[in-house]
Each structure stands twice: as C-alpha cells, then as structure tokens.
C-alpha cells in the first residue's frame, strides 16, 4: 500500500521558518517525482514545489522561489520542504504527494498529475 506521511507544520510567525518532512512506503522511492502543494482556505491548489527521481532536480513556484527548499533522501524514502522567511501568505494545508508516471519528470506538472497523496500538515503563519 502506498502511503505518505507529512509532518512538522505548526504556527509560527512571519520571517520564520519550518521544515516539513514526507515519510513514503508502499513504492520504490528512487523511481518516482513527488511534490509538495498545499491549498490555503478558499483557493486551488497549488504545486509549491517538486523534486525529480532521477537526478534530484527541483522545481518551485514563483511564489516561494528563493525562499523554500525542497530535498529528498533516499536512503530514508523521505522528502523535506525547507520553508524560510515565511509570510502569512504561505498559511495553508501542505501535502506531499507522488507524481502518477514512474521515471518521469515533475516539471510544469499539474495537481491533478500527481495520484497518491498524504493526509495533510497545517502551517499556519502569523503576522
């Protein structure tokens, strides 16, 4: 059974930073992209961030460039989403979530794209 397990949300104030982590099982890690997005309160989803199988390659939306970080460790099937100086604007439910196509890159890919999903971290931050 596939399963992801986000972790490490919580509330913090505006210019601090979480780290979130995705704990996988259920698949062969190393073959898949998988992607952090999350949906703030009466809006669509958002693909925040992705990190490619095959050479570790990052993607990240305009909104969080140069402030989130997104890493994965292979030996632990566990993806992390460093998230600094924080604005308000990032409160939402962060997921991870697996993209559907073993081997294939997550570039420009949409939520709709990605077929297994954790349950959810809220981060919440203040101003």
């Known amino acids: 059974e596939v399963q992801l397990v986000e972790s490490g949300g919580g509330l913090v104030q505006a210019g601090g930073s979480l780290r979130l982590s995705c704990a996988t099982s259920?698949?062969?890690?190393?073959?898949?992209?998988i992607a952090w997005i999350r949906q703030a309160p009466g809006k669509e989803r958002e693909v925040v961030s992705c990190i490619d199988s095959f050479d570790g390659s990052a993607y990240y939306g305009d909104s969080v460039k140069g402030r989130f970080a997104i890493s994965r460790d292979n030996a632990k099937n566990t993806v992390y989403l460093q998230m600094n100086s924080l604005k308000p604007e990032d409160t939402a439910d962060y997921y991870c979530?697996?993209?559907?196509?073993?081997?294939?890159?997550?570039?420009?890919?949409?939520?709709?794209?990605?077929?297994?999903w954790g349950q959810g971290t809220q981060v919440t931050v203040s101003s």
């Open positions: 979530a697996r993209f559907l196509e073993r081997g294939h890159s997550c570039y420009a890919r949409k939520t709709y794209e990605y077929n297994y």
């Open positions: 259920g698949f062969t890690f190393d073959d898949y992209a």
